[in-house]
């Protein structure tokens, strides 16, 4: 149980880098 929590927190997080990367691209690219 506290396995699948944990994927589901990687991919969550992974998701917000994505996007946090996306936003600086489209300010300071």
Known sequence: MKYILLEEQIKS????????????DRQYG
Do not use: F, T
């Open 13 to 24: 997080d992974a998701l917000l880098i994505n996007v946090y990367k996306i936003i600086l």
